[in-house]
């Protein structure tokens, strides 16, 4: 069986890599920024964990975003 991803969590990897982007963070600079450990940022993007709610705030602060416009 094929585990698909959640179109929420899909939409949430590519937010989050959107404003990277607009920011030219990479992902060790978004973990250095946010304070959330650099791995955890890598698993959160490539899908492979979901991420905690405090996680979110910490990096829609990094990114300078309200969280709701993660989501």
Do not use: F, H
């Amino acid at each position: 069986m094929v585990n698909k991803m959640p179109k929420i969590q899909q939409s949430l990897i590519t937010r989050i890599n959107q404003e990277k982007g607009k920011k030219s963070y990479s992902n060790y600079k978004l973990a250095a920024v946010s304070g959330v450990a650099e791995s955890t940022v890598g698993r959160v993007l490539k899908g492979e964990v979901l991420p905690t709610i405090s996680t979110l705030i910490k990096l829609a602060d990094a990114l300078q975003i309200d969280l709701k416009d993660l989501l």
